[in-house]
């Protein structure tokens, strides 16, 4: 997007553009404005491998037992709650049965923790950003100052906290455009919220609404067969998909008793389609998440179809990488434990998951950091080794 904008407005204007997502300027604002937030400017940024376990060590603390409530489920209302743009105190004043109250205490200890390793997750990029910018006048001013024009695309895709956070970025031009499509909404298990659509006509009565019906990929038929589908959601902005294309091939429907006969269909499917002479570079299956690979990858082996998969583990997730990362944040901020944890035994020093968990605890009942402790010759081990006991 970048590289089609410099194309477009020439690199001098486009110098100055701010490209995005909504999490990395996030990230990128609370860095600028991290004592006004309450954060050291090298803050880490916890993934779900580091969340995970920092809300394992709470459930020790707290004495929670997965079984009861599992760490998932505490960690989702959590994130729900940050795109509510809630805090702990909120949570439990809402709470109602013994599951309700245990998440909240759990979230109120799992802040703790991460205010202690100096870090934030990703739901802190904006929930904490738009308290700032809703809160503090001189914040939300510079940056009304600094950003004359917002453009957001894909806002059907957008939550309530990156909504509350745009509108308290708008300045008084009231120059924001954004560009969405309530059909293609389907993202509600990740927070969005389509109604987001509805609240902006409510929010900007006098915006300028352009309708892009005409459509430049599909056939007539497929457009068809979609807004008759389509047509019959309630509470959503009338429209009327239109294409200068031909009629195009009939419509075909594969019902499938589940994914592995749906995978031999397409596999035969592939080989019939290699068989008129279409490239092989030319065909491509798509699949909604990478769960989905495993029988298709199986099929089209027993079909004897080469195949490649492009996308796979991201680069970041790898665990050497997440390693190294581990070990940058600990020459940064020596006190984050979950960087501490993950590595403290790679390559192996023969560390003990008995040993980890008493100085885990120790530290915990001192109210200090684990390198602190190592670091004073006062934790466990060291009493082991004197042959006594904490």
Known sequence: MRERLHRIVGHERARGLWISTFHALGARLLRRFHERAGLRQDFAIYDDGDQRSVMNRVFDELKIDEKFLPVRNVLGAIDRAKQEVLEPDDLMRQAVTLHDKQI?????????????????????????????????ASVREELQEQFQYLLVDEFQDTNACQYRMLRAMVNEQRNLCVVGDDDQAIYRWRGADVRNIQYFKRDFPDALVVKLEQNYRSTQRILRAANAVISKAQQREGKTLFTRNGEGAPIELMPCEDEREEARHIAHGVRSTLARGVPAKEIAVFYRIHAQSRPLEDALRAANVPYMIYGGMRFYERAEVKDILAYLRMVLNPNDDVSLLRVVNTPARKIGKTTLDRVTAHATARQTSIWKLLATGTCPTTWAARGERP
Do not use: I, M, S
């Open 104 to 136: 909240a205490r759990a979230w109120e200890a799992y802040e703790k923790h991460l205010e202690k390793n100096g870090a934030v997750d990703f739901g802190d990029l904006l929930a904490k950003l738009t308290r700032l910018v809703e809160r503090d």
